[in-house]
């Protein structure tokens, strides 16, 4: 079935027919439906951020805790900012697809034959998501109060003490807001890694979208769909982290202390990005 | 590598064609995106009420995922899927929403004895903002248009996975091909292109703010 709706003059299906995309069952539950692209989109989401938070937090909290390769580190976060994504997921897909030719699946994880186009997405997602991860733990442990550090040496901490228990909770604030922009950074461009053969989530919709942009079922009107529950995703995982966050600090550091001490007009603090790119 | 350089040469004209789409895809928005963060940003500065809806909106906006607003714009413009115009609209407003916020905390960031000095002296309001505050506020500002610029050009090439041409449409050619040269190319404009912006504004930083090389220089 091939219907065609052309509305507006740039020759696309008009907005009114997102709903009617959305109203259709079978848009939701089919095998290649948003129900199962939204749980693929958020698996893929959340095993990239674990892998990229299993190398960048104990890299972060010692660069910080030591002070030693930090013109490495700043080097290296604003040099990865300025590598195009699509580029580098082509580059290491076209690497990849010529040496794997493994037949392996995953069940709603790796479709068959879609090893050679997995590896390459991870590798480019975890490294995408590094930078925000790493520069703001270095910067979070670097801006620990000094007296906090010296008070903790003091009473006898060992080194790998003073980082646990002092510069580690200090620097929370910090680190959960770089795993918030890594989270949002891997939920947008797991959408663009669709751009490689076999893989899932919801950016399957948009890549598969634009070759048959006005057909009205797999046409425009997906693109769109698949596009708001990306932003709805996005949205909701920075919300969900920004709660964790308020779990995880000390209300003594974000200024919810339940002693009610007078907030001073104090200058607020640069962000580590800023802080970084200064450097 | 030798590969990329033949196919440089082979391409040269059509690849200089992409080049200046990209170009002005890449200094467009941002100026534009700064143009309009600072009036906002000063708003969410001078009456404190509106900080917390215009910094939290820019945020929003800015978790918006690249794809998805090239994929929408068209819908709400009116314009081709294709068009180019989509991908400029887009970077814009990452652009203001990323400055909107370190704006309005780069004017509240000047220390109040300054302020003061400065009325003392005699200068308006609006004279001690342009003259005194802003100035002061160039490296954060500027830190901040940085990360944006950076980020703009690696993002333009993301419009490529719906089809629109510009440089990233190397990188199109390197899938369909299935070879290097074409991809490689491509990765070495746009990281050149990024790191020439990056330069620019940091020799504008430096330029507007003369007291700091002065104080480093004593």
């Known amino acids: 079935m091939t219907v065609s709706v052309v509305a507006a003059g740039n020759g696309l299906p008009g907005l009114d027919r997102v709903p009617i995309w959305f109203n259709d069952p079978s848009n939701w539950w089919g095998p290649d439906g948003l129900v199962i692209r939204t749980r693929e989109h958020l698996l893929y989401t959340a095993s990239v951020v674990i892998i990229a938070v299993l190398i960048a937090l104990p890299l972060g909290l010692l660069i910080g805790h030591t002070g030693r390769g930090v013109f490495l580190l700043v080097g290296l976060a604003n040099s990865l900012r300025a590598v195009p994504s699509l580029g580098l997921l082509i580059l290491l897909y076209v690497w990849f697809s010529e040496r794997i030719h493994s037949n392996a699946d995953i069940p709603y994880f790796i479709e068959r034959g879609g090893l050679a186009s997995f590896i390459p997405a991870v590798i480019v997602l975890v490294v995408l998501a590094l930078p925000p991860l790493l520069t703001n733990t270095y910067a979070g442990v670097q801006n620990v109060d000094p007296a906090a550090r010296d008070a903790a040496r003091g009473m006898g901490m060992t080194g790998f003490q003073v980082l646990r228990k002092v510069e580690f909770p200090c620097a929370l604030p910090l680190i959960m807001s770089g795993l918030r922009s890594a989270t949002l950074q891997v939920i947008a461009t797991v959408a663009v890694a669709a751009y490689l053969p076999f893989m899932g989530g919801l950016g399957r919709f948009i890549i598969d979208g634009s070759q048959q942009i006005t057909q009205a079922q797999y046409g425009y009107p997906a693109m769109l769909a698949a596009g708001i529950t990306v932003a709805v995703l996005a949205v909701l995982a920075d919300a969900l982290l920004g709660l964790v966050q308020r779990i995880v600090v000390s209300p003594g550091l974000s200024g919810r202390s339940t002693t009610r001490r007078a907030r001073g007009r104090g200058t607020p603090r640069p962000t580590a990005e800023a802080q970084l790119a200064d450097a | 590598m030798g590969g990329a350089w033949q196919y440089f040469q082979d391409h040269h004209q059509e690849i200089w064609g992409w080049t200046k789409t990209t170009l002005w895809l890449a200094t467009l928005p ?43 714009l068209p819908g709400i413009l009116g314009t081709k899927i294709l068009d180019a115009k989509n991908v400029a609209v887009a970077l814009t407003v990452y652009t203001f929403a ?14 109040p004895a300054t302020l003061d000095a400065a009325s003392a002296m005699g200068y308006t309001s609006f004279q001690r903002l342009v003259r005194v505050q802003l100035p002061i506020a160039v490296p954060v500002i500027g830190a901040g248009l940085r990360v944006a610029a950076v980020s703009n050009v690696s993002l333009i090439s993301v419009a490529s996975a719906i089809g629109v041409t510009q440089l990233g449409s190397l990188f199109v050619e390197g899938f369909q091909q299935g070879k290097f040269p074409p991809t490689i190319v491509g990765l070495v404009i746009f990281i050149a292109m990024a790191l020439v912006f990056d330069a620019l504004i940091l020799l504008g930083i430096r330029l507007l703010t003369p007291w700091r090389q002065a104080v480093a220089a004593r």
């Open chain 2, 30 to 72: 941002v100026v534009v995106g700064l143009a309009l963060a600072l009036p906002v940003g000063w708003v969410a500065y001078r009456y404190k009420w509106s900080y917390p809806p215009i910094v939290s909106g820019a945020g929003l906006l800015y978790t918006i995922p690249s794809l998805v607003l090239f994929v929408t």
């Open chain 2, 98 to 111: 990323l400055l909107v916020r370190i704006v309005a905390d780069g004017l509240s960031s000047v220390a």
